[in-house]
Structure formats: C-alpha cells, structure tokens
C-alpha cells in the first residue's frame, strides 16, 4: 500500500515558513519535553510545512505520513512479508521513528482507521511506549523521538473526529490563515508574482472564504494562492489563473461556480 511517506533528512536546506504565533517556541518546547503535538486548522494553511521547518531547524528526521480510508495500524507498525522466500518483518514508518528517533508526523490523522489511535495511545502518555504484539516486542520511545498529528476540524463530520479521549492526549496549536499583508509577503515570495499584484488574489481568497459553511465546504488555500500566483507570473492571463487555481478546485457546482467567478470578477478588475 502507498502511504505516501516521505524522509527528509537533517542536512536539507530549512524550509520557509512565517509564523503567526508563538508556534515555533511550543513546539521546541514540546520536543525537548517529549510531548505529542496535535495541528489543527484548515486545510492549506501551512500546518505541513511548520513541521517541516521545525524538523529541519531542529535537525532532526522526519517521516510523513498522508493518512487516507484504507490507512489500518499495520501500515505504521509494520507486518510480515515474503522476501526470496523467506517471511520477515518490515517495520512501519511510526515504528521506524520510534526505533530510530526523529519526528513522525501523520498528517489528516483522522482520515485513518479507528485502530490506528489504538496504536498511539501508549506512545502518547507517560509509558511513551509501542507494543507490536505481533514480533512481541515492546518499544521505548527514546528522548529524540516526537509524535506530530494533525487534521482540519472544520471540514471533518461527525464520523471522522477525534475523540476527546485522543485528543487530551497532545499538546494543541490551531492554526489559521496568516493576516493579509504577511499572507501577501508569502505567496509573493512563493510564486515570484510582485505583492502589488499579489494583493488582489489575496482579497479575492478572503471574501471566497466568507463562505465556507454557505456554498462552500472549504475556503481558498494559501496553497492554491501560491499556485494562481505562479501561474499569472508565468504569463497565464489573471481571469484564466483564477479560475483554474482559485475556482474550479473549490466546487463542482455549476450554479456556485458562477456566483463564485461573479465574486472574482468584482475584485480583481
């Protein structure tokens, strides 16, 4: 199964990242005291990213994991496998990380199955432990390992939540968009397309995200910010960018497409 992991190491150049808070402190914080750190705010926002930067700051590994339906804790733990005719253990990532140290972080934990919270539940209180009843080992988290979660609690339904049982078990930052002007800096400086004109797609993605829970079940993303931006720098004219970056990735509704593009219409002249 594809889980999307991806390894970065120590050595790698820090990735960029604004902060809106006191974000970076807490989670320095929480590493060196060894506690679990749960992100929770709206997709796009740069959760991933801050971890990212985090890691490479700190110097240390880390693993990601994209958390989907079909996700089950074997995934992370790891499992028996046929290799030159011989059955061997593989280790999961979550397993990798608890064996090795360094951060891993499973990004939209809440897309996963119910038994992956099973898992970390002993890894996310004093015992900071991960039994595999499977090899029969019980692991101790050294003092470099880190467990990062997070998830956007404004899109998930009532069938896909954490429980309060989970959730007392982290240590919490919400995330939000960045205020304009330091928004504006950022997608400039992602996409290359000059703050004047930057400016404008920003507004636009304020007012769309107005109406998350009317016609809309997500905003616009910083993400989707950078990708109109970049487009309209490469010479794709501003209307086209917008509705392919900022538009079409937000609903399939006909009706709501054209009232969301009568909104962009009258912002960006």
């Not at 995934?75 to 030159?84: I, S, V």
């Amino acid at each position: 199964m594809n889980l999307m992991l991806k390894t970065s190491s120590a050595s790698a150049d820090i990735p960029s990242y604004t902060p809106a808070g006191n974000e970076c402190a807490l989670f320095e914080t929480a590493w060196t005291r060894q506690l679990p750190l749960l992100l929770k705010g709206p997709t796009g926002c740069g959760k991933t990213r801050f971890v990212s930067h985090m890691a490479a700051k700190l110097g240390v590994p880390l693993s990601t994991v994209s958390c989907h339906d079909d996700l089950a804790a074997a995934d992370l733990t790891g499992r028996y496998l046929l290799k030159g005719g011989d059955t061997v253990w593989v280790d999961g990532p979550l397993t990798r990380a608890v064996r090795e140290g360094g951060i891993c972080y499973l990004d939209e934990v809440v897309e996963a199955r119910k038994d992956v919270a099973v898992v970390l539940h002993p890894l996310t209180d004093d015992r900071r432990i991960l039994p595999l009843e499977r090899t029969g080992e019980e692991l101790e988290a050294p003092p470099g390992f880190m467990l990062v979660v997070s998830y956007n609690p404004g899109y998930q339904n009532l069938l896909k939540t954490l429980k309060p049982s989970t959730r007392q078990r982290f240590v919490a930052i919400e995330f939000d968009f960045l205020p304009k002007e330091q928004e504006i800096a950022v997608v400039s400086a992602e996409s290359g397309l000059p703050e004047s004109r930057v400016a404008a797609l920003v507004e636009l993605a304020r007012k769309l995200r107005a109406l998350k829970g009317h016609d809309l079940e997500e905003g616009v993303s910083t993400r989707l910010l950078v990708y109109c931006a970049s487009l309209i720098d490469a010479g794709l004219p501003i209307r086209e960018a917008v509705r392919s970056a900022m538009i079409e990735p937000l609903t399939d509704e006909p009706d709501v497409r054209v009232g969301l593009l009568e909104v962009a219409d009258a912002v960006i002249r």
